[in-house]
Structures are given as C-alpha cells and as structure tokens.
C-alpha cells in the first residue's frame, strides 16, 4: 500500500454487498485518489483533484465529494464539477448526511450543512468546546441519531474525540473510558 501523509482521508461505502467487496476511497496531501479494496487491502488510482482539498465524502450514488480552499464544493467522481458555494475557507473535512454533507470550518468553529437537493447551505452553527489551538480534521454523521463526531488534533498532535448533538452547539469532548467494541 503507498504511504500515506498525516492527512490521508479514507471514504467508506458499506451499502449492501452482495457479491462485491467493501471498499473505500484514500485522498492524501498530493491530491491523489485511490479506491481500496477493503478485503485485499488493493487500491486503485482514480483521477486525482485538480485543487488542494483537505476532505473527501461519498454519496449513496457513490458521488465524491471534495470542497476547495475558496469554500466551493465539487462533485470529484470524475472531472471537478462545481456543486456550489459554502463560504467556508477552513474546512477540515466533510460526511455524508441525509440530503447533503456535513462539514467544518476551523477558521469560524461553524458546523454547517449543504443540502445538494437545494444547491445551498441550510445550516451554519457556531460550534464551542473544541480545545484553543486544536484542528478538526475529520467529520462523521451518524444518522441512528444524528449525531456529529468531530475529530482534532493540537500542535503535538495529540488526538482528541467530540460529540455534537442534534440542536446544540456545543462539542462535548467523548470519554474514551467507555469505549464500546
């Protein structure tokens, strides 16, 4: 497997399987795609961004989805195809959610959402409790309720777990002494 930079973000699809296996896709700090095999652990190269990208979400149609450092998201499947404005300079990483994607933004601490049936943001929230000098690099949605994890490390790079809950703005940090397998 190639090696990867701190920043290689893996993209999960794991619909229903019948005969295909589960796989995943890789963006890493040049730009460069890949498509992993996730029961070989094989990957394959796909076109790679042609703009410096820290996130990558895949829709249910297996859509991928990158934003760009002017807040502009792109469908990335193939060639970049502009999908609209967010605003949002800072983005540490996007998900998947239902009707759209989720991100953040480390510049203004915002959680936001852009619903791709609209073409638009429908939400921005100030999001608190994220630690002083601390970087959100990755974002899950977990649809059973709605949930939003947020990821970050601080210059050390210590890592650190937050939970958003639905209709609030606060990022509660998650105890990891109870860790469910």
Same mark, same amino acid.
């Given at each position: 497997m190639n090696a990867r930079f701190a920043f290689a973000f893996v993209v999960g699809c794991f619909g229903s399987f019948a005969t295909a296996a589960p796989f995943a896709y890789t963006l890493n700090t040049n730009m460069n795609k890949f498509r992993v095999n996730m029961a070989n652990n094989a990957e394959t190269p796909v076109p790679p961004n042609t703009f410096q990208s820290r996130s990558l979400a895949i829709d249910p149609a297996n859509q991928l989805i990158s934003i760009d450092s002017n807040g502009v998201l792109f469908n990335v499947t193939g060639p970049a195809i502009p999908m609209g404005a967010t605003g949002?300079? /800072?983005? %540490?990483?996007?998900?998947? +959610? =239902?009707?759209?994607?989720?991100?953040?933004?480390?510049?203004?601490?915002?959680?936001?959402?852009?619903?791709?049936?609209?073409?638009?943001?429908?939400?921005?929230?100030?999001?608190?409790?994220? /630690?002083? %000098?601390?970087?959100?690099? +990755? =974002?899950?949605?977990?649809?059973?309720?709605?949930?939003?994890?947020?990821?970050?490390?601080?210059p050390a790079m210590t890592d650190f777990l937050y939970q958003v809950m639905p209709f609030t703005n606060v990022a509660a940090p998650v105890d990891h002494s109870a860790r469910r397998c």
């Open positions: 949002m300079l /800072g983005c %540490g990483d996007l998900d998947w +959610g =239902v009707g759209g994607v989720w991100g953040y933004d480390n510049l203004a601490d915002q959680l936001f959402f852009f619903d791709t049936t609209l073409s638009t943001l429908t939400s921005v929230t100030a999001i608190s409790g994220v /630690g002083a %000098g601390q970087t959100v690099d +990755g =974002v899950a949605y977990r649809p059973s309720d709605g949930s939003i994890f947020l990821s970050a490390h601080n």
